[in-house]
């Protein structure tokens, strides 16, 4: 089935809001979208949401010989799965141009990276070796791919526990989990790819593009990095010309948000981990950044009411703390990392007073986030038809980032 | 270009031509092009030749591997063919697209030197049963410009020339098996015979008369051509019709009588500069594709 | 790092040469007759061959036809016998695959295709013996050889691979570097402007050394569009002053 | 080469049973006559089978049995080309396909073909083509199957023959029948219509491949349509080769005929009475 | 046999719930005219003498008998005389195709805009938005839109879209926006002046005098479709507060 074409009128729109320094949903240019990061009752599966793009990575182990060219070395494979389920445009069983690249910038991100230690996995030198298997499978698609797609990698490689095995002179035995406790893989770091995408010939960036916006980009920089600032890959693809500050900076916001994400991932995988030890089925943990009105469309975020005033006074501090970072330069000074705690209003109402409607209040920044709060909680509250619960749903255990 | 179209005023000028003995580019019917033959030019290789008839353009390397010997026979080494059409030659053979032409070529070639004194095969051979040297022989096909056939033979033959094979030391290992060594020293390598290596002459029925070495305008006049492998003495080792046309018996016989006396006759200034490049040693200055 | 010393004390790398010294490129244009466009280049032991077909019209589907500019087709693909391990596919392995993606990225950011609307303009790269770079070895080949058929560019792209060892970036990698298993960058560079038309790194490297690394390929892509300017004047002085013009 | 991933294999170390039967010597005797009786340098080709049309969804079909060869053929067509993009279209399009039958051989084959089957259905195809007159199949094709059922020698041969009786029983318009015929050099006698032991057999008798020869054969119109020889073979040998391999074909044309005729009047109403 | 309709209004349907009627054994014969007609809508299909639903959703009725299924549909599928915005895809002899989200593209010719002769052809380029009525819709025959009325005047029809943005609903809230009447036009007219363009396929287009408020209409139109009327209330009401 072929995609829906891009309209010239949507593009130019896109295009203009970008120049302004809007979005489509109401983030700013280096915000990321709410990820959420699910772990599935079996280790190694984990379920990461960006947004409306939605991963799932699965992992799994195997017992092979291992390459001639390294005897004592595991293997690790890489395979990403673009099912027509995600969006129209794509095709089963056919290896795109997208597939290839998604592929190969994660075998770049997590395996020349060195993250996992693969000598720990030889269990006979030249004869028996683990060979570690990801799975990802793209369930929905609404931009940044990438990104998702390398949460989701890490995370369930963190997540994942491999049998144990035990040597008797030539005999290898694969114990099961009730004999022997299954072994986390040894992760060195976690690298964490953050996507750039260009605009009007590299004048725009901006980070976490949706669906829409990569379709109009010109140009996009692929960064993976670990939360010791060493990249771990970097890779341009579209047909840009990107200069060397660009990419520079590009590197320094990657570092913030890297940072952020994997403190992310670390709260999750604690959560999953708490939430076993204490017998419940399966662990859920979500990110909550700032929850913001403008983005009228809410994702069905769970906000508990209890905390309501703490979170906000938070956000009130925080963006009392930044409030001098301005919006209006186009890429704003290196270094900048404070990107997406909702310190300002999207919707820009600092140019409200000049126009001509009854719009005419200029809001208080914190007040203003205050209100989102609220009206994201009423909204959830209001509407429990929204949540449709499936079986995966169910067992969805919400443990807010602000009480944990 | 694999193949070119043309005009019925165009093969009425060719096949005139012919019928007189006057081809396009004014060599006679038994006459090959100009012929470039340069060995050595893959130092990744274990022997390598590039060849260039008229515009066809081919490369070959050889790369030695130790194996297993073939159970059916243990006291031999074998070759293993394989014809690249590169999208270089005509983007019509991007991706897959020349696939069905390479196979061709290859499985040709697999016949030709399907017999055991084209290449001494039992000289590749280390230890009967267990470890046999293994000659990938990598067609690369850069330009195509008609001849395809003698262009890869007489390319494979170079490079077979150009082939040394490294020393191969076999000693009782302690525990009773064999340990094989390789020799370091690059000279100290052995080389392997050519002297029964087939090239390979095609003749292109065009009109009453045949032509060797036929452009593609040639081929495109021709109904139908016999390859067939001429060895120095004058055998054949392999012989197929291809094309659409049929051949009567008579000009049959004719042709066959006509491409061994080409062969035979290329054999000979092949070696000789075969050997000669030989002769100029580390000195020669080596053109490659600069040139 | 595999126990090889890729940078000794004196300063001097495994084949003998400085930290920033390229190795010897040689290249010629106009190799094939019958191609649009082709060229050879030899960068060290790295040896390449380039090829372009185009602009012409649109072949195969033609729904990926662009009504505002060229399709720019890559094909990259590898000598079976180009490696030191035979490699049993010329192309169509992931890695050849995502190699002919870059150069396509590459070329659609240097070739001006929004000249010719409407057609496609092939691109064919073969690497006939590699010895590390391939990819820097193939765009600059493959520059040569869209100069060679006469298609527009805004300027030469020329690529260079860099590595970085022992705080010292190593400019145009040799294979035993590249597969020393430090960090490496491939990066693509039209140099009068300073643009970089592709940039691909490896292998962990500290973000504070980044900009030293880069700053090294760019300088490093400028050597080579030296060398290849060079051969440009001279292919053109011999096809068309020394012709009688 | 291709794998198949359809079905699940044996492992790759396992071999053949007949590796490692203990074989009596199978070197024939190098004079005298054949194992299945027949005499050397005679042009005695085996009795042959012939049966048109026993696949009744194809246009047309035959079957042979030359001794223990068996092989069917089937012609669908002509029909609308599948590829539109050929720039030939005022002629019609003839595509062959021959494949062993996994069983066919003594030792097992693979499902999917490989690259000597496709060797053979080039051979077949170049053969059948100048005797069809596609000229008057514009924009079409025909597809020629071949599957061996048995092979026990000069399949190639047979399955030529067979296709162009399948062919002709599908109505396709042809210039002449093609016929095959094959022989196997042994020494300085040869062997005609070698079965799949002389086939391979005298190669590990007297240690060489002193030479195969297939001729496809136009016999009405006296013309060669196909030849494929290997082994390394002397100018005498190949030309008295050529003109053997052309005997046995008009050997087997009258069979052939007959079994068309016979097919034809099978096919045809039947005559009023009178 | 309207009765079991009746009290089903409102009411959610699925795929293959029946209404039998129940047939009155006694034909009155004063009483001829009381045979029942009803007619069924988009979701509901006849099956000998059974009404079969084949949508899921509300049961709509209109009086006096028109009864059907609105569905959150999201595909389109064209109907004869409905207005859709399309997006050119190529031009190709003297039609265009256009997309229209429906399961094949739809054709628009050339002269059927406003003005256009065969020499003076109307400027519309790839991946402009057209704003057409369908001409030709059924299941046998490729759609075919047209930008002219039967009096080959344009009557809002014809290319659009400078400066607005395009975004997709379902196909119920387009239905909802086009009611006459409608709360949730009425509601934006409150908040400030913005153009709007609804295509039965689902599309939405807005413009409103900054990008900033476009994407405010756009936002709260794709909001909408999921809130109560006082949910929406307040959330215009703060939006017009200058809250948001």
Known sequence: MRDTPLSNCERDFLLKAIEEKKRLDGRQTYDYRNIKITFGTDYGCCFVDLGKTRVMAQVSCELVTPKESRPNEGIMFFNLELSPMASPAFELGRSSELLVKLNRQLERCLRNSKCIDTESLCVVSGEKVWQIRVDVHMLNHDGNLMDATSIAAIAALSHFKRPDVGIQGDEVTVYSPEERDPIALSIYHMPICVSFSFFQQGTYLLVDPCEREERVMDGLLMIAMNKHREICSIQSSGGIMLLKEQVLRCSKIASVKVSEITDLITKALENDKKARKEGRKCGFAESMPQERITALKTYETSVEMTDLTKQASDIVESAHARAEIALSPVLPAPGMGQVGTGLQNAWGLEDEDDEDDDDDEDGDEPEVTIVAEKRGNKEKRERPVVIISDSEEEEVVILNPESS | MATVQLSEAEKVYVLHGIRDDLRVDGRSCEDYRHMEIETDVVSNTDGSAKVTLGHTAVLVGIKAEMGKPRPAQPAEGYLEFFVDCSANATPEFEGRGGEELGTELTNTLYRVFNNKRSVDLASLCISPGEHCWLLYVDVLLLQCDGNLYDGISIAIKAALFNTKLPKVLISEGEEGGTEIELSDDPYDSVRLSVDNVPCIVTLCKVGPRHVVDATLQEKACSVASLIMAVTPAGTCTCMRKVGGGSLDPESFFEMTEAGRRVGRALHGPLMALLSQEEALGQKRQKVGFLG | ?245 | MPTDTKRIRGPEVSQSLSRFICKPETTLPSDGTRADGRNRDQVDVRPVFVRCGLVSQAKGSAYIEAGNTKLICCVYGPKETERKDETDMKCGRLFADMRFAPFSCPERGSWIQGSQEKDLSLMVLESLQPAVCLHKYPRSQIDVNVMVLENNGSALAHAITCASLALADAGIEMYDLVLGCSIRQDGASYLIDPTFLEESGSYWASGENQGSLTVSFLPSLNQISGLQSDGEMGEGTLTAGVRTCIEGCYKLYPVIQQALVKAVRGAAPPPSES | ?244
């Open chain 3, 1 to 245: 790092m595999a126990g090889l010393e890729l940078l000794s004390d004196q300063g001097y790398r495994l084949d003998g040469r400085k930290a920033t010294e390229l190795r010897k490129v040689q290249a010629r244009m106009g190799v094939f007759a019958q191609a649009d466009g082709s060229a050879y280049i030899e960068q060290g032991n790295t040896k390449a061959l380039a090829v372009v077909y185009g602009p012409h019209e649109m072949r195969g589907s033609r729904s990926r036809t662009l009504h505002d500019r060229a399709v720019i087709n890559c094909q990259y693909s590898m000598a079976t016998f180009s490696t030191a391990e035979r490699k049993r596919r010329p192309h169509g392995d992931r890695k050849s695959t995502e190699m002919s993606l870059h150069l396509k990225q590459t070329f659609e950011a240097a070739v001006m295709t929004q000249l010719y609307p409407r057609s496609q303009i092939d691109i064919y790269v073969k690497v006939l013996q590699a010895d590390g770079g391939n990819y820097s070895v193939c765009v600059n080949a493959a520059t040569l050889a869209v100069i060679d058929a006469g298609i527009p560019m805004r300027d030469y792209v020329c690529a260079c691979t860099v590595g970085f060892v022992d705080e010292t970036p190593l400019a145009d990698l040799c294979f035993a570097e590249e597969s020393g298993g430090g960090s490496s960058l491939a990066l693509a560079l039209l140099p009068r402007g300073g643009q970089i038309a592709l940039l691909q790194m490896d292998a962990r490297l500290h973000q504070d050394h980044l900009e030293a690394l880069m700053e090294a390929a760019m300088t490093a892509c400028k050597g080579v569009s030296k060398v290849l300017d060079e051969v440009v004047r001279q292919h053109l002085q011999e096809v068309s002053v020394l012709t009688g013009e």
């Open chain 5, 1 to 244: 046999m309207e009765s079991c309709l009746k009290d089903q209004i409102g009411a959610v349907l699925l795929p293959g719930d029946v209404f039998t009627f129940i047939k009155t054994e006694t034909i009155s014969l004063t009483d001829t005219s009381k045979a029942e007609k009803i007619i069924c809508g988009p979701g509901l299909r006849r099956n000998g003498d059974d009404v079969v639903v084949c949508k899921s959703g509300v049961l709509r009725h209109k009086h006096p008998n028109l009864y059907w299924v609105d569905s959150q549909q999201r595909r389109y599928v064209p109907v004869k005389g409905e207005s859709v915005i399309g997006i050119i895809t190529t031009k190709s002899g003297d039609v265009f195709k256009v997309d229209v989200g429906g399961s094949e593209q739809a054709s628009l010719s050339y002269l059927a805009f406003e003005g256009a002769t065969k020499r003076n052809r109307p400027n519309v380029q790839v991946g402009d938005l057209v704003y057409a009525q369908f001409l030709i819709a059924n299941k046998d025959m490729e759609p075919e839109l047209v930008c002219i009325d039967s009096s080959g005047r344009a009557n809002g029809l014809g290319v659009f879209g400078a400066g607005g943005l395009l975004f997709k609903v379902s196909l119920g809230l387009v239905r909802r926006l086009l009611a006459p009447q409608n709360e949730i036009v009425k509601d934006l007219e409150k908040l400030y002046p913005c153009e709007l363009v609804v295509g039965m396929n689902g599309r939405l287009w807005a413009r409103a005098a900054t990008v900033q408020k476009t994407l405010i209409v756009a936002n709260l139109l794709e909001s909408s479709e999921n809130m109560t009327a006082q949910q929406r209330r307040t959330l215009f009401k703060r939006v017009a507060d200058g809250n948001l």
